[in-house]
């Protein structure tokens, strides 16, 4: 596996081998659900919640609204969004972290197994996507960000919430050694999966920065892209507006 790893970093943003990318990435999350929340508050020192609720109530009044959360993991962000009222579909490909959020609670019935880049729905099925922590993990991107313009309602949003390199100096040098170190560090030590987590803060390295994601929105007909920092820039929420 930690030879993997090593073949996957060296081609991470390499488009042509999605469906070998796709594999691991799937095998990865399905091989870290028994520990993967706990790790996501340890890491975060907690902070995620709130930028979790940051992304929430940039949706506006979601009271009867048709959302689609994707990459949804064990269904955090799936639960704040039903908690504030809407219709939300869950949708991520690890069939185990579904499992362990339905187990939980924290997943309905309206969750489903798929691949965020081949969406399972018809044209303009939601009025808003939400995306946590997850766009990193999608190799296909250009496709993906054509499926999310393709099932929005015209005039729809996508929400996406990801860490992000800061921008100032002194916060990336410290920021650096805890992607590099202690994430990798922490990571191994309660999950057992070391390899793992050296994998997601690699990933996080050399993920397009907001800008560049900006870009590729606006390159594919999506009319406006709002980059909104947060924590220093640890944390970014761009909104994009089809």
Known sequence: MEQHVKQTLAYEQNEE????????????????????D???????????RGWRKSLVKMGGDLRGRSVLDLCCGTGDQSRALRRAGASTVSL????NMLKKGRQRGWLNHLSVAADASELPFKNNSFDLMTVAFGIRN???LDRFISEARRVLVPGGRLLVLELTRPVNRPAAFFYRIYLERL??????????????????????S???????????????????????RKTMGVATILECSR
């Open 183 to 204: 994430i990798p560090f922490v990571g191994g030590i309660i999950s057992g999966k070391g390899f793992a987590y050296r994998y997601l803060s690699g990933t996080i």
């Open 38 to 48: 706990l790790l996501n508050r340890v890491l975060s020192c907690g902070i995620d």
């Open 206 to 228: 050399s993920f397009p920065g907001p800008e560049g994601l900006s870009g590729m929105f606006l390159s594919q007909g999506w009319s406006d892209v709002s980059i909104h």
């Open 138 to 140: 999608i190799p296909d």
């Open 92 to 95: 991520d490909f690890s069939l």
């Open 17 to 36: 081998r999605p469906g070998q990318r796709k594999k691991f990435i799937r095998d990865l999350f399905d091989d870290i659900v028994p520990t993967y």
